[in-house]
């Protein structure tokens, strides 16, 4: 079960994060939302291989980006490393969902051990429900 294509399964990403996802993949908006965060770019309607975009997303991301966002100024909203209560949140709603520690780790940017830190600190269901 994977969150590459369940655009409504990301709510640990921002609007537009989201909308550079669906363009360029989570991987590439959580990269630009960490080397960017709250700064307003220029993105050019062509890149190249130096260009800052291409060193952070990589190319195929950046020429996505570029054919989507080209001739105009945005601001980069922070990825969700920097907020605490969000990414808690994001991670209970993909555990919830069924997703694998791995899953989680790629789409959050998080740690093995934090993940299973909210594994371990998601309350239990009753055992004894099981048997009614």
Do not use: C, F
Request: proline share 5%; net charge positive.
């Amino acid at each position: 079960m994977t969150s590459s294509g369940h655009p409504s399964d990301r709510v640990w990403l921002t609007p537009l994060l989201n909308r550079i996802a669906n363009v360029a993949g989570e991987e590439a908006a959580i990269a630009l939302g960490r080397a960017r965060p709250g700064e307003r770019v220029y993105v050019p309607e062509h890149v190249t291989a130096d260009h800052w975009l291409v060193q952070v997303v990589g190319l195929e991301a950046a020429e996505k980006i570029a054919a989507a966002y080209g001739s105009m100024r945005i601001e980069i909203p922070q990825a969700i490393a920097g907020d605490k209560r969000r990414r808690a949140a994001a991670i209970a709603d993909l555990i919830e969902k069924g997703y694998s520690t791995n899953e989680i780790v790629r789409a959050l940017g998080v740690s093995q051990n934090t993940v299973a830190e909210h594994r371990r600190k998601r309350p239990q269901a009753d055992p004894q429900l099981k048997l009614l």
